[in-house]
Each structure stands twice: as C-alpha cells, then as structure tokens.
Antibody
Framework: QVQLQESGPGLVKPSETLSLTCTVSGGSVSIGTYYWHWIRQPPGKGLEWIGYINYSGTINYNPSLKSRVTISTDKAKNQFSLKLSSVTAADTAVYYC????????WGQGTLVTVSS | QAVVTQEPSLTVSPGGTVTLTCGSSIGAVTSGHWPYWFQQKPGQAPRTLIYDTTDKHSWTPARFSGSLLGGKAALILSGAQPEDEADYYCILTFSGSCVFGGGTKLTVL
C-alpha cells in the first residue's frame, strides 16, 4: 500500500517561491506507469489540479499556473517536488500530492499560507 | 481550457438513489476523458471512489457505481446512507491535462 506525505513550510511570504516535497513509501517514483500529481484546495473551495510528472518524462501543468510551476522527481530520495513562484494570497491552500494509474492515492495534505 | 461542470448541490433521502453528473464545456464526455470520482468529507483528504469511468477501488462501497449518461460521466448512489453526506468531485483529462469539476455537495436527508 503506497503512502504519500507532503512536507514543507506552512508560511510563505508574498512574491517568494513555495516549495513542497512529497515522500513516497511503499512504491517507487521510478516506475513509468504512474503519474505523480500536485493538487490544491483553497480554504472553503474546490479542488484545483496543478500538474503531474511521469518518470518516463511526461510533464503536464495547469495552463493557468504553467508560467509559475515546476514539478520534478528525486529518484534517490523517492520523492517528487513542487515549486510555485511569485506567490500571492490567492495561492493559500491545502496542497495534496497524489499518485494515479488505475486509481488515485492521496497524501493527507498540507496547509500553506501566503502572508507577510 | 475546458470547463467541467457538476451540480452544486443535491439532496437524497436515506435509502434513495441519486445521480451526480460531470459534464464538459467542449463536448460529450467519453471514456477517453478517464473520468474519476472523489469523495471528500469535512477536514479530510479526498478519497477515490471511481476511476476510468466505471472501475472501483477495493474500499468503494458497492452502492456507488460509475457510468456515462447522456454525454456526461455519472456517479450513481443507490441506497444512500447517512455517511455518504459529503462533497463529490470529478476530474476529466483533456489531451493529458486534468480539470476538476466544481464539486457537488450531497446532503442525505
């Protein structure tokens, strides 16, 4: 049973870069059939897909965030990461990582607040 | 970018049947959009109920099923239970890019 755990700063200043890591246990980010996602949910609102990466080299981002997002994998640490630049208060959300292929597994989520 | 639409809210009686739908602004939803359905309860992470239109996770109660209906993806709940009260989200894939619907708040009353 795969487990996903998000980690990173809970508070980020406006205009800075938000950086989160998802640590994978019980599975490998190196398996090419899986897609590794980042998804967020602003307080009291719906889910928004940010993007995914596949170890075979496929990367896809939400067009509305594409200019600010980078998703990457670290095979040695069995992790994948999210960087979101030039953040504003509108980026305040619970950020989830997930794994999909024939189903989707989710992390527990981590709240990131953008505030000075 | 496509907009994915869901009913904002629905109410079902205990033991009743309700259909939640997931539509696309750019045409009919097909199995090629790989519809997924998620359930989210307050304060919890979402969990997957249905993937690839009709397939269930091992933990998906038998009373939930997925299908295509009238050009939309559908989540059918037959025999609603009080614990089914939750928010439900669908997600569709368009040429590799994923889009969530706005979610349906389901009340069991």
């Amino acid at each position: 049973q795969v487990q996903l755990q998000e980690s990173g700063p809970g508070l980020v200043k406006p205009s800075e870069t938000l950086s989160l890591t998802c640590t994978v246990s019980g599975g490998s980010v190196s398996i090419g059939t899986y897609y590794w996602h980042w998804i967020r949910q602003p307080p009291g609102k719906g889910l928004e897909w940010i993007g995914y990466i596949n170890y075979s080299g496929t990367i896809n981002y939400n067009p509305s965030l594409k200019s600010r997002v980078t998703i990457s994998t670290d095979k040695a640490k069995n992790q994948f990461s999210l960087k979101l630049s030039s953040v504003t208060a509108a980026d305040t959300a619970v950020y989830y990582c997930g794994r999909s292929f024939k189903g989707m597994d989710w992390g527990q989520g981590t709240l990131v607040t953008v505030s000075s | 970018q496509a907009v994915v639409t869901q009913e904002p809210s629905l109410t079902v009686s205990p033991g009743g049947t309700v259909t939640l739908t997931c539509g696309s602004s750019i045409g009919a939803v097909t199995s090629g959009h790989w519809p997924y359905w998620f359930q989210q309860k307050p304060g919890q992470a979402p969990r997957t109920l249905i993937y690839d239109t009709t397939d269930k996770h091992s933990w998906t109660p038998a009373r939930f099923s997925g299908s295509l209906l009238g050009g939309k993806a559908a989540l059918i709940l037959s025999g609603a239970q009080p614990e089914d009260e939750a928010d439900y989200y669908c997600i569709l894939t368009f040429s590799g890019s994923c889009v969530f619907g706005g979610g349906t708040k389901l009340t069991v009353l």
